[in-house]
């Protein structure tokens, strides 16, 4: 566990060590270990690319940096720390606003995060930042993963209840170049920064009949990072959105909608062509869990939308930590 997490969020640091069940799964660990990033020889269409817009930027910033910050971090592409993941954790240890980078390369590093996020996604997840880690954006961390411009590279920045990425689709098949992490420290449901997808969400459970309803509705949840891809022999908790009505389905296309409208086309783009050539939205499934209903309203805290190349789940309570994995497994 990297040492400065303590201090900053100790029910994030719980969570991190409840989560002994990763110490029997082959692959999947969290905060200094690895989720494998799923790579498949089917190529997609829709990515971002090394000139995209965030990508553009990554090479200016990389360009920027003096032999001694490159020393400290960028490190060779298939370097175990770029497959970690955690709610919680700096990825190299100067932060944004430490003397250690100049007022170009925070600027530079501005430019990513503009071009990875939709103009919503940047706005709530620099609220996110300020409202989470005093300081902001100048408290989270970043590393560069080979050499921008030339082969595959990435650029990663972590911090307090947010992971980013980007990598010019060094990663075929998978969206976002990686597993990603996004939260919000409030506790009152309503007034996370993410509420909004939670009530969307609930949307589709209100939709249901009582058969639907007793299938989606379960008792306890996964740990939130338990995100691997399982393919097409997955088994997934919840509702098969297959068996849904088409007024159903649209409600579930809503709430996807919804989930991703933080984040550029490019990257949004990339996941429905992975939704499309594993199945569509009918080979998902939707799971609500009872434990943790916040205000006992039967509005559920913590939901979870799985398939077969798709892994979405969103803990509201006691505070949103929410972990994401999409990509094609090989």
């Not at 989470?132 to 408290?139: E, H, I, L, N, S």
């Not at 249901?208 to 022999?233: R, Y």
């Not at 579930?252 to 199945?279: C, F, H, N, W």
Request: include cysteine; proline fraction near 5%; hydrophobic fraction near 35%.
């Amino acid at each position: 566990m990297p040492e400065n997490t303590a201090s900053e969020c100790s029910q994030c640091v719980n969570d991190l060590t409840r989560r002994r069940f990763m110490n029997s799964m082959s692959g999947l660990v969290v905060a200094g270990g690895s989720l494998p990033l799923v790579i498949s020889s089917n190529e997609l269409q829709a990515a971002p690319k090394a000139d995209s817009a965030a990508e553009g930027a990554v090479k200016r910033f990389y360009d920027s940096l003096t032999a001694e910050q490159r020393k400290v971090i960028c490190m060779p592409f298939h370097h175990k720390k770029r497959m970690e993941i955690s709610a919680n954790w700096q990825i190299t240890k100067p932060r944004l606003g430490d003397d250690f980078f100049t007022d170009e390369q925070r600027t530079i590093s501005d430019q990513i995060l503009r071009g990875v996020t939709s103009e919503d996604g940047y706005e709530r997840f620099q609220r996110q930042m300020s409202a989470d880690q005093p300081g902001g954006v100048k408290r989270y961390s970043v590393a560069v993963f080979g050499t921008p411009g030339s082969g595959q590279f990435e650029w990663e920045l972590t911090g307090r209840h947010l992971t980013l990425r980007a990598d010019g689709d060094s990663v075929k098949n998978m969206a976002f170049g990686g597993p990603i992490v996004y939260g919000h420290g409030q506790g009152n449901p309503q007034k996370n920064l993410f509420f909004n997808q939670t009530k969307k969400a609930n949307e589709v459970f209100q939709a249901l009949d009582a058969k639907q309803a007793e299938q989606a509705l379960l008792e306890t949840a996964p740990l939130e990072s338990d995100v691997p891809i399982q393919g097409s022999k997955g088994k997934f908790p919840g509702v098969s959105v297959g068996d849904l009505s088409s007024d159903q389905v649209e409600l579930v296309e809503q709430t996807i909608k919804t989930m991703l409208a933080p984040y550029r086309k490019e990257d949004v783009d990339e996941v429905m062509s992975i939704l499309k050539k594993t199945g569509g939205l009918s080979k998902l499934h939707m799971a609500f869990y009872r434990e943790d209903d916040l205000q006992k309203d039967e509005v559920w805290d913590i939901w979870r939308v799985e398939g077969p190349a798709f892994v979405w789940h969103f803990r509201g309570a006691p505070h949103v930590h929410t972990y994401l994995n999409i990509g094609i497994k090989g």
